[in-house]
Each structure stands twice: as structure tokens, then as C-alpha cells.
């Protein structure tokens, strides 16, 4: 069984590291890394309410307004209303916010791509089952 402080260290260092590509990427296209991160939600799970969006991000409605405000203005996301709840909300990507989730989408994929170059099937497989697994706990 591998040490655990050497595993924790490996963790922290991957992060170091992801989390400083992203923001160099991010810092490419001018827009800050939470609205980038808004752009991958809406992406990927399609229109949101705004506070089930404030939720996965793990921020307060109040923040998230706040930051939809600024990329409604960049026409990066609209807000129209839920059709069957008149009080409720929905945050969408515009045609722009697309093009920009699908310019960021097809970065991490190469991240993906040259990130696993050196493994092979069996340990692409391991590292998805175990990458699974964490998340889950999250």
C-alpha cells in the first residue's frame, strides 16, 4: 500500500499544476476562472436555475447574480423564464457563451489527450475508475 503523505503530496502537486494551466488559459481569453467555470456548467448540464447553478458552483445566489450580471453583458449567458415555475429563473448559454465552452471543452480534451499519452489501455481504465471514485466522495 502506497504511503499516504506521498499520495496526499502527488494530489496537492496535480492540483498545483491543473489549477495553473487553467488559469493561464483562462487569463488567454479574458474572462475570470468562476465564469469560465459557469461557461462548463451551462455547457454540460444544458439551462440551469440560478440557485441549482449557485449550488454546483458552491457559491451564495447573491454572488452568482452578480457574476451572470457581467456575462449577460458580455453576451456570454441569458436569463429567461423557467416554463413551469413563473418564479423561477434560468441561466442559458447565448450562441457566443457556445462557441467559448466549446473552444474551452476541446483544451481540456487536449489536456486529456497529453496527459495520458504515456499511459497505456489498462492504466487510462485505472485512472478513470479511481478519478471516479474520488469524485463520488465529493
Not at 10 to 35: D, R, T
Request: hydrophobic share 40%; proline share 2%.
Amino acid at each position: 500500500m502506497p504511503d499516504l503523505h506521498q499520495l496526499n503530496h502527488a494530489i496537492i502537486e496535480f492540483y498545483e499544476k491543473l489549477s495553473s494551466w487553467e488559469h493561464s488559459v483562462v487569463k488567454e481569453i479574458g474572462v475570470s476562472l468562476s465564469q469560465v467555470h459557469t461557461i462548463e456548467l451551462l455547457g454540460i448540464h444544458g439551462a440551469m436555475r440560478m440557485k441549482e447553478l449557485a449550488e454546483k458552483m458552491a457559491i451564495t445566489t447573491g454572488t452568482l447574480t452578480v457574476q451572470v450580471d457581467k456575462m449577460v453583458a458580455a453576451e456570454l449567458v441569458r436569463r429567461r423564464p423557467h416554463e413551469s415555475d413563473r418564479r423561477s429563473i434560468l441561466v442559458e448559454l447565448t450562441p457566443k457563451g457556445e462557441v467559448m465552452y466549446q473552444q474551452h471543452d476541446a483544451l481540456h480534451h487536449q489536456l486529456t489527450v497529453d496527459l495520458c499519452a504515456n499511459l497505456d489501455g489498462d492504466e487510462q481504465r485505472l485512472l478513470l475508475r479511481c478519478l471516479s471514485k474520488m469524485n463520488h466522495e465529493f
